[in-house]
């Protein structure tokens, strides 16, 4: 989530809310099919049809969104969203399949120490990128 709001922040101003709110829900549309999710918890039935870490961590689904949609800016900054996802997905140790390659695994345990480290690293950079971005803007 907190990589979306970074791809929203570099991509749009910090009024425009629809263009960071998108790039957002990109961030966090992967894990609907997880019933504990942010955004699974609103749609349970999602987890009864879709694996977690199936079709919607994808770079197939990403590709195919990608093509349909790129055309506009709105969808570029929801895919770049679903990608960070994607590749913080591809930094833990459950890690991801990306077609032709097979599973890809990191170091970080879900819950762990470092993903906590990891957050606020995050958390750091998403604030000094809205910090330097104010000025540029205003
Ligand atoms: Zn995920």
């Known amino acids: 989530m907190l990589a979306g709001a970074l791809v929203g922040v570099l991509f749009f101003p910090l009024t425009h809310f629809f263009g960071i709110f998108l790039a957002v829900f990109g961030s966090v549309f992967p894990d609907m099919d997880h019933p504990k999710s942010f955004l699974g918890r609103y749609v349970p039935f999602f987890s009864a049809f879709f694996s977690h870490r199936g079709i919607f961590h994808s770079f197939w689904f990403l590709l195919v969104i990608g093509l349909l949609f790129s055309s506009s ?13 994607l590749l913080l997905d591809g930094m833990t140790y459950q890690g991801i399949c990306i077609p032709f390659i097979g599973r890809i695994r990191g170091f970080l345990r879900t819950g762990s120490f470092w993903e906590e480290l990891f957050f606020i690293f995050l958390l750091v950079l998403l604030l000094f990128a809205s910090i330097i971005l104010i000025p540029i803007i205003f």
Not at 73 to 85: C, D, E, K, N, S
Request: avoid cysteine; hydrophobic fraction near 70%.
């Open 73 to 85: 800016l709105y969808a570029l900054v929801f895919i770049l969203g679903m990608f960070t996802h």
